[in-house]
């Protein structure tokens, strides 16, 4: 079992739907990533979560550290936000990051 | 702006030649990642360098090496001991490898190998 997992690993909405993307971790962690991985393949960090609720225009990232359980939600969803979201941890005080394979989204207009 | 650049973006070669990834940072970043992914897989780490002229070798070392004579460059030969190296390769660095924040990431390289 891999120690980062992420569901759903395809969703397709429609554009201006609410979307969720969710990670679980089985792992000790210090901090959450959440990436954006476009196409091209070049990542976009999103947030970065150690605790409690992050907001960055229409993304909110959540994190509840004692179910080892990360949300991902965007609001009033469009097609410029078709990507790869991918969940990473930072395990205790190893050197790198773990990661989850990802949950391609695509928008529909 | 600062960041990463990696060089190139699409390589070719032939199965048996070595062939070396550029990455470029103008961070100031201490510590430096290659990481190689694979369709339907996350990123897994090949190696890391916390200093110049240290590196350690992450969990998929084998067939691969780097240096890092320079705060700013981490370069990736792929060797032709890498059974399978065709795959997308993604620099990335950190101004902390502690403090696991300020990741900053490439575009990547997308290698094949005929």
């Known amino acids: 079992k891999n120690e980062v997992e992420q569901s759903p690993q395809n969703l397709t909405a429609q554009e201006g739907e609410f979307i969720t993307i969710n990670c679980s971790y089985s792992?000790?962690?210090?901090?959450l990533h959440w990436l954006q991985q476009h196409p091209g393949g070049g990542i976009v960090s999103l947030f970065m979560l150690s605790s409690g609720k992050k907001k960055h225009g229409r993304l909110i990232a959540t994190i509840n550290i004692q179910e080892k359980h990360s949300s991902l939600h965007i609001t009033a969803s469009h097609p410029r936000d078709s990507a790869v979201y991918i969940c990473a941890v930072k395990v205790g005080g190893a050197q790198k990051l773990v990661f989850g394979q990802g949950t391609r989204l695509t928008i529909n207009p | 702006d600062g960041g990463i650049t990696q060089s190139p973006k699409y390589l070719f070669r032939k199965e048996g030649q070595n062939v070396t990834l550029s990455c470029e940072q103008n961070l100031n970043h201490d510590a430096m990642y290659w990481y190689r992914q694979d369709p339907g897989q996350g990123l897994r780490l090949i190696y890391y360098?916390?200093?110049?002229?240290?590196?350690q070798k992450g969990d998929i070392a084998e067939g691969y090496s780097v240096s890092r004579e320079k705060k700013e460059s981490f370069p990736l030969t792929v060797t032709s001991a890498q059974k399978n190296p065709t795959a997308f390769y993604l620099c990335a660095s950190s101004l902390d490898h502690r403090a696991g924040y300020g990741y900053t990431f490439g575009s990547g390289t997308r290698l094949t190998v005929v």
């Open positions: 792992v000790g962690i210090s901090a």
């Open positions: 360098s916390q200093i110049v002229n240290d590196f």
